[in-house]
């Protein structure tokens, strides 16, 4: 039996291309439902009020962030807080990168444009909010032991703006 003893150029060829072979399956995933699923759960068409309350606080891209959803008595939705949220590009000159604030939420259950749940999230503190000058709209990932609130932004990868219920 002869052995061929690679060295050099051509085995950093081999590990590469081994490499590739190993990974090109997960490149084939590009449903925005298996990256989620991949990180944090499968996307929910729906969640009730009850399933989403209580309080989230960031990972990657977020962490710092904290959201508190707190539910009404009298159906979807309630009051929300939030601690060092994104600041859309119109307030940085006053607000800063981040602010705190509150306001209200809601959950929508997905529809035939949009087939999954999300959060609707409208901002009154700071009072010089206007609609959509920041993240005012989440998607809803859960499984059996989590559930994650996400910036739904390339369905290719998982979400760098997530934030996971404590």
Known sequence: MTRV??????????????ALALLSPLASC??????VEACMGKQAVSATTGELEGTYTGEAH?????????ASDTGTGGTVTVRNWPTGSWYKSELGATFDGSGTWDVL?????DEYGHVQ???TEPERFLQ???????SIAK???RIYLYED??????????????
């Open 5 to 18: 003893r690679m060295t050099g150029r051509r085995a950093r060829l081999l590990t590469a291309a081994t």
């Open 30 to 35: 590009s449903s925005a439902s298996t990256a």
């Open 62 to 70: 977020a962490k710092g962030v904290k959201i508190t959803l707190k």
């Open 109 to 113: 259950s997905g529809t035939g444009s």
């Open 121 to 123: 999230l409208s901002f």
């Open 132 to 138: 959509d000058d920041t993240l005012d709209s989440l």
């Open 143 to 145: 499984d059996s032991q």
């Open 153 to 166: 932004d390339d369905p290719d990868v998982c979400p760098t703006f997530r934030l996971r219920r404590v």
